[in-house]
């Protein structure tokens, strides 16, 4: 699961985090993470190289700022289409669009307030029902510092960050729509789903 932050070192942190998944839905496990800041297009052939490192794990992209991040010729917009044609192990996501029965699809998972608020709640019942293995404190310490903001969304307290609770929380928001895993060949995975 990739959180995309910003590049400079007073920006949002990018989270790279993987998880094993064999024991969902029992509980998912956080077994490795990086966290820092680059350039986008590092990040995803960074992200990409540990999924390969993980048995070609299945790779999720939070997509809101390569979508959005697209000025003064900042090539983000397609970051992802590069990767998927050299990693073929990314999440894609359907995209419906009025009259067109066969819906679109597009790398990356697109976080809204439709799709954050089921990611958080099913995060806050994983964490409530012991279900998250989580090591690192950090991750702690921001899910202690998330709130309902008063014009109803919901991020971090002023001068803190969410940027590694929203990949467990966009992980847990997407396992119930991936295959089980064959635990001979796949058990630590970065999250994702298939094609």
């Known amino acids: 699961m990739v959180d995309v932050g910003g590049r400079s070192f007073k920006s949002d942190y990018s989270v790279i985090a993987v998880f094993d998944r064999v024991s969902y839905p029992g509980s998912l496990e956080v077994v490795a993470q990086w966290r820092g800041h680059c350039d986008h297009d590092v990040l995803a052939w960074k992200a990409a190289a540990i999924a390969r490192w993980y048995g070609n794990a299945h790779l999720v992209y939070e997509s809101n700022t390569l979508e959005t991040d697209n000025?003064?010729?900042d090539p983000s917009l397609f970051i992802l289409n590069d990767i998927a044609m050299y990693y073929g192990n990314l999440y894609y996501r359907s995209l419906t669009e009025p009259g067109n029965l066969s819906p679109a699809r597009r790398p990356g998972f697109h976080t809204n307030r439709?799709?954050?608020s089921v990611a958080v709640t099913r995060l806050n019942a994983a964490v409530r029902d012991g279900l998250l293995e989580e090591r690192d404190m950090e991750a702690c310490n921001e899910m202690n510092t998330y709130e309902?903001?008063?014009?109803?969304?919901?991020?971090a307290r002023q001068g803190h960050h969410d940027d590694i609770l929203i990949t467990r929380a966009i992980a847990l928001a997407v396992l119930p729509s991936m295959y089980s895993p064959d635990i001979f060949n796949d058990t630590v995975t970065l999250l994702g789903g298939g094609r």
């Open 71 to 73: 000025t003064e010729g």
């Open 114 to 116: 439709a799709t954050k």
């Open 148 to 155: 309902n903001m008063p014009n109803g969304s919901q991020g």
